[in-house]
């Protein structure tokens, strides 16, 4: 038998099989559990009240503060 037979052999004995995921794959996923997590902490520190959905413009030191607060609490919340 030839490599070439022996190697489409092998390709055919392994269609059927699920390979382990990539390094990619494995990132993109803790990525998506982090920012699920990340979200259902600030959701919760937000409340769940009326939110507005417009862009404003607001003195920086507001987004600081808010910034501050939010870390504080996250991390309080581990």
Known sequence: MSIEERFMEAIE??????????????LARRRER???RHNTA?????GRGNRMD?????????????TWA?????????
């Open 13 to 26: 004995d392994t269609e059927g099989e699920t390979s382990m995921p990539t390094g990619y794959e494995r």
């Open 34 to 36: 982090l920012q699920q």
């Open 42 to 46: 600030i959701n919760d520190f937000l």
């Open 54 to 66: 417009a862009a404003i413009i607001k003195p920086r030191r507001y987004g600081e503060l808010l």
């Open 70 to 78: 939010l870390h504080q609490y996250m991390k309080l919340e581990g």
